[in-house]
């Protein structure tokens, strides 16, 4: 059974970093992308970022809202995917899903197993 | 971006009524569609990837349809169990982009 876990969110203040991780199991993590999606009090659902597999350069995308402060890492010996976030703003306030991403051929990913995600608070 | 558009944004129906959830993109996304399911306090589960391929496990009630721009998911026989915010995603393009969601309360 695919297992993700997700930890490390809390409250924090603008301008300051957070590292969220989350831990993988019941599927060979290093044959998946892994993604962020996040979840805002009451709204929708957000793409944050993912990271391909090692055997497409472990390359990362992000969204406009977080790109340049936010980075998607992995550690593929250990299960492990990671979101470094620096430079904190209120409106990064949310529930943060560790995701599996799926793709096809021709197409880009989508989400195919979820956490049960860490909230993310940021205020002052 | 594209943008995704999903109508309505809720809807109320009766056990057993066929459910229709519309979701429109910005520009053609071929079929590079997918549909999640949230339930109120729970994580999105996803029902339909590639517009119409149901995923492994999720009920066949549930069926997808469209292609370039304009898709439909399909409820044909609502449960309470279906009581939740429906969301569509493409990913055709970078950034990933979802539809704003569609809460289904049953009647």
């Known amino acids: 059974e695919v297992q993700l876990v997700e930890s490390g969110g809390g409250l924090v203040q603008p301008g300051q970093s957070l590292r969220l991780s989350c831990t993988a199991s019941?599927?060979?993590?290093?044959?998946?992308?892994m993604s962020w999606v996040r979840q805002a009090p009451g709204k929708g659902l957000e793409w944050v970022g993912f990271i391909r597999t090692k055997a497409y350069g472990r390359t990362a995308e992000y969204a406009a809202s977080v790109k340049g402060r936010f980075t998607v890492s992995r550690d593929d010996s250990i299960g492990l995917s990671y979101l470094q976030m620096n430079s904190l703003k209120n409106e990064d306030t949310a529930l943060y899903y560790c995701t599996r991403a799926l793709t096809e051929p021709g197409g880009g990913y989508y989400f195919g197993s979820w956490g049960q995600g860490t909230l993310v608070t940021v205020s002052s | 971006d594209i943008q995704m558009t999903q109508s309505p944004s809720t809807l109320s129906a009766s056990v057993g009524d066929r459910v229709t959830i519309s979701c429109r993109a910005s520009q053609s996304i071929s079929s590079w569609l997918a549909w999640y399911q949230q339930k109120p306090g729970k994580a999105p589960n996803l029902l339909i990837y590639?517009?119409?391929s149901l995923e492994s496990g999720v009920p066949s009630r549930f069926s997808g349809s469209g292609s370039g721009t304009d898709f439909t998911l399909t409820i044909s026989s609502l449960q309470p169990d279906d009581s939740a915010t429906y969301y569509c995603?493409?990913?055709?393009?970078?950034?990933?982009?979802f539809g704003g969601g569609t809460k289904v309360e049953i009647k």
């Open positions: 995603q493409q990913y055709s393009n970078y950034p990933l982009t």
């Open positions: 590639k517009a119409s």
């Open positions: 019941g599927f060979t993590f290093g044959d998946y992308a």
